[in-house]
């Protein structure tokens, strides 16, 4: 237990800026999230700042890009940019007929209307397998919209079907400038950075020193603001960043805060597939008395998943994978499990899908992030999170009503018996994991997942 005290300590030193818990507003399902979006949208005065790994040539996707657009026509001063990673922007679906992807969008619409925004692609590598822009957060006047979705019809709930994700609103005019004043400065400025929907758009390869600069830089990047002191009538606010392997500052503190860890750790991830120190610091909670819960969402709430009677493509056998993964876990951990200090949750809402993250520390902290928590998010994309600290509880209804309502379709599995194992799958997911095992590909694979 002492080292989870220092680890508090470490914690509890990270510089904050001063909330108001009024002013964050926990949503709890995405179409209030999609509501909330348009009505932001309408009703910004100077800036309206969308970062989201894509915003998708779809129903949902049309939809908030006209928004953005009748809100420039409206009022020419108002600042818009919508950020997008840049390789992804440029091709279609996988296992799509090759296209110019949402691309072809973004350039229609530029077409259209006498006031531009700018559609910016971020390039974080040279190819998009290698790394991809997954930082988070709405910037819309004073408010930071922060959710792990991004713009389409399943995450926006525009049908019949969603992507479950989570949903906060946060009104703080300090928060808002430190990540409004990254994404100018860093991205927007950058030379790596183009703008997506003119019609002749620079090769990747011509850009390639441009995208190694980008990367060094954000290797070392941090949000710039002037930490506050909080009252005890006040929460605070840690915006965080990171990328790469190595001094991730962001790796650093998602470590350090599951280490401070003393009473109660939930996590909640889409894909099982924790990198391997985040494993061990699970283990070690564990073993210190913690009691430690996981949400994952079960293998056919997984946005890979394909039914088996519909047309085998190897893509489907990634939550396979990622079960295997879970089974195993659960299995090292089973007397845990049979002791009720580990919890494992699995999600399946009829065929809707899960696609939520985030942390809980012996409720008085909570990390609001788009992270997977897995080996890609680990080393490979850009990444960034919220810290709440929340020491004396301020928030403690609100977080309570956000982890029951993300409870409420899941089923706690009371052994790892209950997980499917491989001998189950059909008999082309079966092939697809001996062939890996065969090659010993599995470790390769994890890391990319």
């Not at 080996?375 to 020491?391: G, Y």
Request: net charge positive; glycine share 4%.
């Amino acid at each position: 237990m002492d080292s989870a005290i220092a680890n508090r300590q470490r914690i509890e030193q990270l510089p904050c800026i001063a909330h108001k818990p009024e002013d964050l507003e926990t949503l709890l399902d995405a179409g209030s999230f999609r509501e909330r979006l348009h009505k932001e949208i309408t009703q910004a005065k100077q800036r309206i700042y969308l970062v989201a790994l894509y915003l998708q040539d779809d129903e949902a996707g049309r939809g908030i890009l006209t928004a953005l657009y009748e809100a420039k026509q409206a009022n020419p001063e108002l600042d818009i940019k919508v950020l997008v990673d840049w390789h992804r922007a440029q091709r279609g679906l996988i296992g799509a007929v090759k296209s110019d992807g949402n691309a072809a969008l973004y350039r229609e619409f530029a077409e259209t209307y006498q006031h531009q925004i700018d559609v910016l692609g971020v390039p974080v590598r040279n190819r998009e397998v290698f790394g991809v822009l997954h930082l988070k957060g709405f910037v819309i006047d004073d408010k930071v919209i922060y959710s792990g979705a991004s713009l389409n019809d399943v995450y926006l709930a525009q049908h019949q079907r969603y992507r479950y994700d989570r949903y906060h609103v946060i009104q703080n005019v300090n928060l808002a400038d430190s990540m409004a004043r990254f994404i100018v400065e860093t991205l927007a400025n950058s030379d790596a950075v183009n703008c997506l929907s003119q019609p002749i758009r620079p090769e990747t390869k011509a850009l390639k020193g441009a995208i190694k600069d980008l990367r060094s830089q954000l290797q070392h990047a941090s949000y710039s603001f002037s930490p506050d002191s909080i009252a005890d009538d006040q929460v605070g606010l840690t915006p965080l960043i990171g990328l790469g392997k190595r001094k991730n500052k962001l790796n650093q503190h998602i470590c350090t805060l599951i280490a401070s860890s003393q009473k109660e750790l939930t996590i909640c991830t889409p894909y099982f597939n924790f990198p391997r120190i985040i494993s061990r610091e699970v283990k070690r909670a564990i073993r210190r008395g913690v009691k430690v819960t996981i949400v994952v969402g079960d293998k056919t709430a997984n946005d890979f998943y394909i039914p088996p009677s519909e047309p085998f493509k190897t893509i489907a056998g990634l939550p396979y994978l990622y079960e295997v993964n879970l089974r195993n876990f659960a299995k090292q951990n089973e007397a845990a499990i049979a002791r009720r200090q580990l919890a494992i949750h699995l999600w399946k809402h009829n065929d809707n899908s899960f696609h939520l993250k985030g942390i809980w520390v012996d409720r008085s902290y909570m990390l609001i992030t788009g992270n997977n928590l897995n080996p890609r998010a680990w080393k490979l994309d850009l990444e960034n999170a919220i810290l709440v600290h929340d020491k004396n509880q301020l928030l403690a209804e609100q977080k309570q009503q956000e982890l029951d309502c993300i409870l409420s379709h899941t089923q706690l599995v009371g052994s790892y018996k209950f997980i499917e194992k491989v001998d189950t799958y059909p008999a082309q997911v079966r092939k697809l994991i001996k062939r890996i095992r065969r090659i010993k590909a599995d470790h390769i694979l994890n890391q990319i997942l």
